[in-house]
């Protein structure tokens, strides 16, 4: 059984960065695809950006594309969220993810999940 952990989440004004990380114990996770998904205040959860297993190839939501930056250190068994430009609008808990999904951005073909990590950009 594999557990994550969020962190790196905090308030920002927008404009400003923010790196999450997301680390896993339990079992490797370099074979398996991870995931970013926020969910905002009255809203359902959302995907944000997936990065495959071996080969690290990366997906994004529109809504983040050229801001967001996912990556993964298969060596310290973390995947992180490198975020730029923030909008007030980017406003949500993330929540990390592990698995392997036919469609990166349905949430309920991932494995395990995080507790999430509360961003908050005022504007």
């Known amino acids: 059984q594999v557990q994550l952990e969020e962190s790196g989440g905090g308030l920002v004004q927008a404009g400003d960065s923010l790196r999450l990380s997301c680390a896993a114990s339990?079992?490797?996770?370099?074979?398996?695809?991870m995931g970013w998904f926020r969910q905002a205040p009255g809203k359902e959860r959302e995907f944000v950006a997936a990065i495959s297993g071996p080969d690290a190839v990366t997906y994004y939501a529109d809504s983040v594309e050229g801001r967001f930056t996912i990556s993964r250190d298969n060596a310290k068994n973390t995947a992180y969220l490198q975020m730029i430009g923030l909008k007030p609008e980017d406003t949500a808990i993330y929540y990390c993810?592990?698995?392997?999904?036919?469609?990166?951005?349905?949430?309920?073909?991932?494995?395990?999940w995080g507790q999430g990590t509360q961003v908050t950009v005022s504007s």
């Open positions: 339990g079992r490797t996770i370099s074979g398996n695809h």
């Open positions: 993810t592990v698995g392997d999904p036919t469609y990166v951005n349905h949430a309920g073909e991932y494995d395990a």
